[in-house]
C-alpha cells in the first residue's frame, strides 16, 4: 500500500499489544501493584498547577525570560528530549531569553563551533554563553553543575559581553543587555552549590571542595561558603558600575529564609534586589523541586526592573524536575527606551525553486479563463485609437490590472502550503505522522466536537484504520499514544531516513528514465546538504547582524533627538527625504527661465516643443542639459513618425524575467519579482503582461499601484542611527522596474 500500513504492519502491531497483555497477566500481582502505585505516585507529583499570573500572547514592550533547571542534558537522547521541550516552550510563550542551571556538559570536550545554541535546529538566530568548571578536563562529556544563558530573535541587538565565574567553576554566567552605555541590564544565571556534602567523584560539591583544596582553603571555607562571598562580592561590582541585575538561581535552599537569599536583599550590601518569584505562590508556598517541599528556586530583580507577568509552569509542563518560571520585563526598564516588536515577514508561497511554480502557473492561467483576461485585453487594445484612452478606457484599463493583482495573489495563496514539520520527510515519518493526525481526529469527533465526521472516518480509511466508526475513545487515545512513541523514536534517524527517500526517489527516476525528475532530485539533494552545511559554518563564524531600527535621531541645536513611536520616526524619515529628493532643484535649468516655461509637470506648450524637436534651446542653457534636450527632441520625433515601435513581446519578457535574482525586494502591492519570473516560464502569462505594459508604455497611463513606493532606510554605519547618516531606498513594483530598464 502506498498509503497508510499495510495489513503486515497492523497484523505486527496487534501481536506486540497482545502480547504485552499476556506479560502483564503473567506477573506476580503483588509486583504489579507495588509498581503501579509507585508510578502512581510519581504521576501525582506531575499533576501541579500553574502558579502566578501570564498571558500567553507577550505584551507590547515587553521582553520575556525563561528561567529553567535542565538537571543534565549529557546523553545524547536526553538531550534531545529537553531541547524539543525547551524549543516547544519558546515558541509557545515566545520567549525572548533564556536562563538555566545544570546543563551537565563539559563543554571543553566539544568542538567549538558547537556551543549549546547549535543544539537547537532552529531557523532564528540563537546565541548562547555557557559555564562549566574548566579547572578540571573529565575525559568525558559530561560533568555535573553548569550554567548558562541563551539569547532568542530581536533582544540579540542589545545582547553584549557575555561572561563566567571568574574562578572557572561554572556557578554562574552573565550577559549584558544594554540599550545605551548609561543604561544596561546584567543577566545572571546561577548555581549555588547548597550545604549537603553529597559524595561520588563527580558531584558538583566534591568538584568544588577538590578546588578549595588545591587553594589550600579547604579548612577555612566550604563550597557553599566560597560560592556565597564570590557571589555575592561579584554582585556588587556589577551594581557599583551601574548594572541592573536580573539573578536566576538555583539556590538549593529557601528563596526568602535561606542563608544566602537573605544576604541577597540586605540593604547594608546595597544591592537593591528584590526576589519576585514568590509573588506569584499561592496560600501555601510550593517546592520548586519534585521531590522536595519547599521553594528552592527563585529570580531576584533590582528596584529599578518594571516586571510584568510571572508564571510557575507545572511539574508536568515544565524542563528538567524543576520548576520552570518565565516572566515579562518592560523593555523601557530593561534597555531605557520602549521597544516594539518587529512582526516578521512571512515566507513566500510562490518559489521559482520548488513545486509551487508549476501549481502557480497552473492556477493563475486557470483563473484568467474564467475572467475572459486575455480576451477583455485585447478587446481593450483594439478600442483604443492612436494610443490615446479615453477616461472610460484608462477605467478599465486600471480595472483590468486591479483583477490581475488580485488573481496573482490568489495564486501565489493556494500554490504551496507552509508547514513546519519537526522532523525531515521521509516514508516512515509520513506514515506515522499521518496516522498520528488520523487518531487526533478521531478523538475530536468522538469527543463530540463539531468537525466533518465523514472526512475525518473517510481519512482514517486511508491510513489503514479499520473499523473508526466502532472504536472506542479509550482505543483511540491509546493507539494515538503508541503512533506518537513511533514518530518520536524516528527523531534520531530522520536525517538519513530522509537521504535514503531521496536516493530511493532517484533510482526511480533512474530507472524511469526522467532526465528531469533527476535534475529535480540531484538538485534538491544538493541544496538541503548546503543548507545545512552552510547552517553550522555561519552559525560559528558569521558576524551577529544588527536587528531592525526601532527608532531613528536627528540633530536639533547640537543635541541628539530621538523619535519615540511611529508617528515621529515617520516624520523624521520624510523631513530628511523631503530634502535629499529636492536636491535636483540646484541643477543647472534651474537657474534658467525655461524650468518655469517647462512646468511642474511638463505639460506646456514649451514641453511639446520639445518633444516635437522644433524648440530652440536658448544659449544661458549649459551645454550639458541642452544635449540632454537635444536628445528628447531627436526621440520624440522618432516616436511622432512612427520609427520607434514601443512593442514588448512575450520573448523579450522572458529572456528578463528569467535571468532576474527572485529574491530582489520590490511592490508595495505584493507582487513581487517571483510573480514575473514565475509568468515567465508560461508562454500565455508572458505574452498577457507583455502586452499589458506594451498598452501601459504607449498611452502613457500607469496603474494606480505605480505611485505608490516603499521606502527603506538602510544602516551605512552599524549601529548609528541618525536619519541623515541612513541610506535611503525607494522600493517600487516589479513591472514598472521592468517598464523603465
Known sequence: MERGVS?????????????????????????????????????????????GDLSMDKPEGHQRFMSLQLNGTATKLIREVKVEQCTRLINKYDIDMISFAEHGLNMGRFPPSQTFNSFFQAETELRSVTGHNSTENPETQHQQGGTGIMGVGELLEYYKKPANDFRKLGRWTSVIIEGSPQHRTRVVSAYCVGKTKPEGHGRVYQQHLRYLQHKGWDQTKTPYQLFCDDLLWQLQVWVGQGDRIILCMDANEHVLYGGLCKRLLDEKLGLNLAEISHKAWSEQEPNTYIDGSKPIDGVWASEGLEIGGFKMLSFGESVGDHRTMIFDVTTRSLIGKFEHRVVRADCRRLNCKTHSLISYMTILERLMSVHKMDQRLDTLIEAIVDDTPTAEQQAKMESLDRQMIELQKCAERKCRKIIKPDMEFSGPVKLWHERLQAYKALIRWKSGNSCNSSNIIRTALRRGIENPRQMSIDHMRMNEKYCKARKRLLKDSAPQLRRDHLRSQLLQAEKKKDSEKKRTIKARMRRETDKKMWYFINRSQKDPRCGAFHFVQKVVDGEIQESTNQEETEEFVFEENEMRFQLAAEAPISSTKLIEQLGYLGDSDIAKQLVEGSYEIPDEVDDATALILEEIGRVGVQLTNGDINITITAEEFQYFWRRIKEGTASSYSGIHYGHYKAASHSSRLSAFLAKKITLISRTGCPPERWSYGLTVMLEKIAGIALVNKLRAILLMEADFNFQTS
Open 7 to 51: 495489513a503486515r504492519d497492523i497484523s505486527r502491531w496487534v501481536e506486540e499489544h497482545d502480547e504485552a497483555e499476556r506479560n502483564l497477566r503473567r506477573a506476580e500481582p503483588a509486583m504489579a501493584a507495588l509498581e503501579e502505585e509507585q508510578i502512581t505516585k510519581r504521576l501525582e507529583k506531575y499533576r501541579t498547577s500553574a502558579l
